[in-house]
DNA sequence: TTTTCCATGTAACTCGTTACATGATTTC
DNA sequence: GAAATCATGTAACGAGTTACATGGAAAA
């Protein structure tokens, strides 16, 4: 739904042939979409077939074909329709990750704080990312800005949860046979 | 990979037939994933295939006959490796309600703050829900904390949103055909 | 006696991905 | 002459969902 959405707001701009959309996609929306090329030819032939846009042959110099399309008054209604839909709407966020949390206990606290050491690495790796990446024209700003938000509660949730989790004795010697300890 | 951590997690516990399961899953966690019945049985058949459980028959009175699953030593080393990899591991999360962000100025701005307001409502709704939820036991109280964490994010942000959009003009009668503004 | 619960499965479908295939044309 | 770019497609697969099918037993 969101791709249909972004392929006919892109096409609602001007005409375009798949490889020039994909083109803009993967230079300036890769964050904000992880739309691939066979997904983007298929259902643009889906819009096609449906009339949401037409699609003209074209060629320019003695470059190969190119199919160009172009949105139809349908294509826009459906575009208004979609958008609407998408900004009101609210799908529920899953975390797949997460799913480990619910085990955590299956293992020493030590290794368990190192583990979500590693996470937090990756997280604040992304997070310096989102946050260098050079200002967008328009809404899509929004999309990038909604990102690092995300990202910022996260590492903050993170931390909270290393923070509740038993902490291991300090003197215990990770990696090498410790001594029985007091427990 | 969460949901075959998932059920090697609960079999680990004890040994359980797949209805038992799905039950378990769909009573206690239906907040923490969104496994379906055949996603479930197909899975614990694959599992059996791999060697990680096994699978045997047995009736209880005069129900049905049913498979009960067992974890192996095999599946408990699964069950570990799968444990660290999602503990470290960190999978970029996507929005795709937020593509109509990137469009929203196709809206005329009061329509689209009415819009956000809807999704605000939804949204509301979601945390309010969350933090409902009666105290879960061990780690998956986690996975509910993370969620209601992320919600507030949410809120939060897109009050942000709603702030930053263009204001509509405040004596313009909405709904109403108004007379030419001053624009 | 009709409905609900127990307990399993399967078939068809959607969506998306990976990987493969083609062929001309600039550029190095 | 080799490599990258332009531009399209298709085949095979994977994960997951929906909807359908079965059939006995307990509860209403």
């Known amino acids: 739904m969101d791709r249909e959405l972004l392929l006919l ?72 329709r979609l958008l609407r839909a998408g900004l009101a709407g609210y799908t529920p966020a899953r975390f797949p990750d997460d799913m480990g949390l619910a085990f955590i206990d299956a293992l020493p606290p030590a290794e368990a704080l190192d583990l979500l050491e590693q996470r937090r690495a990756a ?12 200002p967008h024209p328009g809404g899509t700003q929004l999309i990038i800005d909604h990102q690092v938000r995300h990202l910022e509660a996260e590492v903050e949730w993170l931390d909270e949860v290393r923070s509740r989790l038993p902490h291991p004795k300090r003197n215990v010697r990770r990696g090498a046979e410790s001594p029985a300890s007091a427990r």
């Open 123 to 134: 997280l604040a790796d992304a997070l310096a990312a989102a946050r260098a990446v050079p």
């Open 9 to 80: 707001g892109l096409l609602r701009r001007h005409q375009m042939h798949g490889y020039q959309l994909m083109e803009y996609v993967d230079r300036t929306l890769a964050r904000c979409t992880d739309l691939k090329r066979p997904t983007a030819y298929f259902l643009l032939d889906k819009m096609a077939e449906a009339g949401w846009v037409t699609c003209t042959q074209s060629r320019a110099g003695h470059r190969p074909v190119r199919q160009v399309f172009q949105l139809t008054a349908r294509g826009e209604a459906e575009f208004q």
